[in-house]
């Protein structure tokens, strides 16, 4: 039977497909319970005319599958809690006058330069009873203290609603946080915080307090800071502490997810269960024994790592998988990660929209969909080590093929030695996972020996030199690859097409590859074309000034910039803009571009034009100049101020411009000017 006929993934996909309608449709609740009432009448009425007419009724299947389409749209709905009337979206809170808030931490993030960062839920505004999760920032100082989950908090704040990206093809942080469900923020000194209650009282609660008593016992043994924060990240399931240079040289490498709890770290646990637990089958019900056990580690293993989302979702997609392993029944592979998608989105539908869900269930896809052949169509080797390493090299492929296009959509690189990196980080990481669960273990029990200390600080210390070693290969690295949408659709075809072709190969697959790699350039050649427009653009940039001229897909930067390298604005509009060939130049007092003149004035406060008077005037660097007197000689069309100027500053020129009813784009506000 093929893998596509059995129901259960028919009914996954409908409800995925709900789901995703359920995003973007503006139909309310209302709507969805009442189709889905009627949908399910329908079912049952069909299911019960199949039973006494002992007949199939095709309509049965027809109606099943849109149920299922309507029970994502409507779990989806259900999830949306900006529909509860007391959450903090319906309060008129974005007037400038402070709320009282009363808080509850939920999670702490990476910390910024200059601040800690913290998800928290909302109480109470104004004494008022409250709901929603919101993003909180405490200003950093010498003593600051950290806040822990379930920590309870009040004070008195200005609520600030989250910042559309300043500059073209950027990511939006505004866009990510909404779709975990956080629409503002509060940015906040200590001091105006009081701690009303300091106790967990929820299961997030409780695993934190376990992860810092952890932490409190393994600060005992002589691990170094960064052993420490790779043994947060690798077990506890916290990332905070790694180091942007660390992150980046992972990331460089191919292997940087193996810093963040996922399936692959809880599939190679489920490995080392498996094999520590295979003499359980000797016995009666030893099978059972032995399900039981795999199933009661691995949700142990996610209370320790702080039971967040990714964890949740990889454990409980294991959960299923190991219970279908110890029965035997590998041919369902399929049936069972649809399974586990289907329960994971009917309780979490918003878990479809992150990226790690989607990693995650397309590598585990790629991997039992195109192992088995790799493995066994190209090569057998007969010497056992090969044979792991052939194991291992066809397990990073599939998994790699898997991802391959979803991962240029997001991440817009490419690292070439990404076999040559999983080839030694995933065995090791197999062995830093066993001898890590057992270092904690004993840290606990306070009878850790300084010979395990040292070999578990030099395997982390070896594993981040080689990875360093890889990332410093920066030939080796394809970055600022623009792949949208339609590349996706096309890419995954082409790899369905040819994994079918290996498999049984013949002249109509062939003809099939062959067109596949046509759309493949076609998408590409559309994606070009249809991106290809001029324009001139002032970028928001803190403390300096960039302004891009984009014609004919040639962009020139004039910037005061130290460099253009690795600068972020730069590479997201070349990505972002399907733009290859990039020129850069010194800051020019005066600009033309589609028959508009652009007078741009620095700190120097020069703004004498005899030959033409200006339609813009762009504002740099805070110059000492009268607003008012300038408005008067030249009578520009607009006004813009970039984000090398003072706030003061720009907020007294912005004052004047409404006084005089002229139009102002302050880029600190407004984001990147854009002139067509």
Known sequence: MKPLNFNIIKLTLCLVLGISIGEFSGLTIGVYVITTVILISFLVIFYFFARTNFKQNSLFGVVAFLCAISIGCLVYKIHDHTLDPSHYTHFNLENTSPHTFTLQINERLKPST??????????????????????????????????????????????KTLSDPFNPYQFSYKAYLSKQQIFGQLVINE??????????????GYSDRLRRYINEKLSKHPFTKEQMAFINALFLGQRQDIEAETYQNYSNAGVVHILAISGLHVGILLMILQFVLSPLERFKHGKLVKILGCVLVLWIFAFIAGLSASVIRAVSMFTVLAVAINLKRPQNSYNTLAISMFFILLIKPRFLFDVGFQLSYLAVLGIISVQPMLYSVLV?????????????????????????????????????????SNLIIIPLLGFLLGLGLLVIGLAIL????????????????????????????????????????????????????????????????????????????????????SSKHDEFIVFHKSKYSVIGINENKEITFYHNLKSLKNERIVDDYKTGSYTQTVFEDSLKSVYEYNGKIILRIDSMGIYSVKSHKPDIILLSNSPKINLERLIDSLTPEQIVADGSNYKSYVARWKATCIKRKLPFHNTNEKGAYILK
Do not use: C
Not at 192 to 198: E, I, K, N, P, R
């Open 114 to 159: 200059y601040y800690e960062k913290y998800t928290a839920r909302v109480l109470a505004i104004d004494q008022r009873k409250s709901s929603g999760t919101l993003l909180l920032n405490i200003e950093k100082n010498p003593i600051s203290k950290h806040y822990y989950t379930d920590d309870i908090m009040t004070g008195v704040f200005n609520f």
């Open 191 to 204: 001091d105006q915080l009081l701690t009303l209650q300091s106790h967990p009282m929820s299961l997030q």
């Open 380 to 420: 057998r080797p007969k010497n056992r080590l090969i044979r792991k390493l052939w194991e291992t090299l066809t397990v990073t492929l599939s998994a790699q093929l898997g991802i391959f296009p979803l991962s240029l959509f997001y991440f817009h690189k490419f690292p070439l030695l990404f076999l040559i």
């Open 446 to 529: 306070n009878v850790l020996p300084d010979a395990i200390v040292w070999l578990f600080g030099v395997s982390i210390r070896w594993m981040n030199q080689f990875v360093a070693w890889i990332a410093d290969r920066d030939m080796f690295v394809i970055n600022h690859i623009s792949f949208g949408l339609l590349e996706i659709v096309t890419a995954y075809f082409s790899i369905v097409v040819i994994v079918s072709l290996l498999k049984k190969p013949n002249g109509k697959k062939m003809v099939f590859l062959l067109l596949s790699i046509a759309m493949i350039q076609m998408a590409f050649l559309y994606r070009k074309q």
